[in-house]
């Protein structure tokens, strides 16, 4: 029988800060010490245990972000990403079992935003569901007082108003994160950010520990916009490359 409840919690907080959190998890252990850990946190949380009620929880409670492992009865997170994607962009936190890169690179491609490999600390995945929702707010704030132009570089064009990317004239759909981190490296075009400057720059977390979800995300990022547009520098990080004068 799918189990899916809300909690109302922390109302001591101030209302307009609460943000609704679901968590999609079948491992009942997981899913309440997911919950207990968001819910000191000041958030408000539903959980949802397989892939059907994951889609129909989203759908009726319209969350700010969820949590949502690969692994589920019904449909996979995979599916249940793809499904709550095709109606409104919420920022996804995928939790896997397995530290296997296809399936990470499989998460970023059906729209999730950021991804852990179990076990992982509650504190850590608290810590990414802030940076996740502060995430949105920046780009909230960019909408509506937004930098003005677009950044060419060669065929590549950065509309920073629009928060849209183009190849040779035809647009790439890429999730909040990878538009993010393109940004962050055209900002110093040519120049070789470590992995560590855009682990805190893009996803505001300073533990070196998560450098491998900037490799993941890079690598998304390649497929996307050409994998000659970004140079990896062994040992050190990424350039963005730019067109020969």
Same mark, same amino acid.
């Given at each position: 029988?799918?189990?899916?409840?809300?909690?109302?919690?922390?109302?001591?907080?101030?209302? @307009?800060?609460?943000?609704? /959190?679901? !968590? /999609? %998890?079948?491992?009942?252990?997981? !899913?309440?010490?997911?919950?207990?850990?968001?819910?000191?946190?000041?958030?408000?949380?539903?959980?949802?245990?397989?892939?059907?009620?994951?889609? *129909?929880?989203?759908?009726?409670?319209?969350?700010?972000?969820?949590?949502?492992? +690969?692994?589920?009865? @019904?449909?996979?997170?995979?599916?249940?990403?793809?499904?709550?994607?095709?109606?409104?962009?919420?920022?996804?936190?995928?939790?896997?079992?397995?530290?296997? *890169?296809?399936?990470?690179? +499989?998460?970023?491609?059906? @729209?999730?935003?950021?991804?852990?490999?179990?076990?992982?600390?509650?504190?850590?995945?608290?810590?990414?569901?802030?940076?996740?929702?502060?995430?949105? &707010?920046?780009?909230?704030?960019?909408?509506?007082?937004?930098?003005?132009?677009?950044?060419?570089?060669? %065929?590549?064009?950065?509309?920073?108003?629009?928060?849209?990317?183009? /190849?040779?004239?035809?647009?790439?759909?890429?999730?909040?994160? *990878?538009?993010?981190?393109? +940004?962050?490296?055209?900002?110093?075009?040519?120049?070789?950010?470590?992995? &560590?400057?855009?682990?805190?720059? !893009?996803?505001?977390?300073?533990?070196?520990? @998560?450098?491998?979800?900037?490799?993941?995300?890079?690598?998304?990022?390649?497929?996307?916009?050409?994998? &000659?547009?970004?140079?990896? !520098?062994?040992?050190?990080?990424?350039?963005?490359?730019?067109?020969?004068?």
């Amino acid at each position: 029988m799918d189990q899916t409840h809300t909690t109302h919690h922390g109302a001591a907080a101030t209302p @307009g800060a609460q943000r609704r /959190v679901l !968590v /999609v %998890e079948d491992d009942a252990t997981i !899913v309440e010490a997911i919950s207990a850990r968001l819910r000191a946190e000041g958030f408000l949380v539903q959980t949802a245990t397989d892939g059907p009620a994951a889609v *129909e929880a989203a759908e009726a409670w319209q969350p700010d972000l969820m949590v949502l492992d +690969v692994m589920l009865p @019904g449909f996979d997170g995979l599916e249940v990403c793809r499904r709550v994607q095709s109606q409104r962009p919420v920022p996804v936190l995928m939790l896997t079992a397995r530290d296997d *890169e296809t399936d990470m690179l +499989v998460g970023l491609g059906v @729209g999730a935003d950021d991804y852990m490999t179990k076990p992982f600390s509650m504190r850590e995945l608290a810590a990414r569901v802030h940076v996740l929702l502060r995430r949105v &707010e920046r780009a909230t704030l960019a909408a509506t007082a937004p930098r003005g132009g677009t950044l060419r570089l060669g %065929e590549l064009e950065i509309d920073h108003a629009q928060r849209r990317v183009r /190849v040779r004239a035809e647009d790439v759909h890429l999730t909040p994160t *990878e538009f993010d981190l393109l +940004v962050c490296l055209a900002g110093t075009p040519r120049a070789v950010l470590s992995r &560590e400057q855009l682990l805190a720059e !893009v996803w505001d977390w300073a533990d070196a520990s @998560g450098t491998r979800t900037v490799d993941s995300h890079i690598k998304a990022l390649r497929r996307k916009i050409g994998a &000659e547009r970004i140079r990896t !520098v062994h040992g050190v990080g990424y350039a963005l490359e730019t067109p020969a004068p």
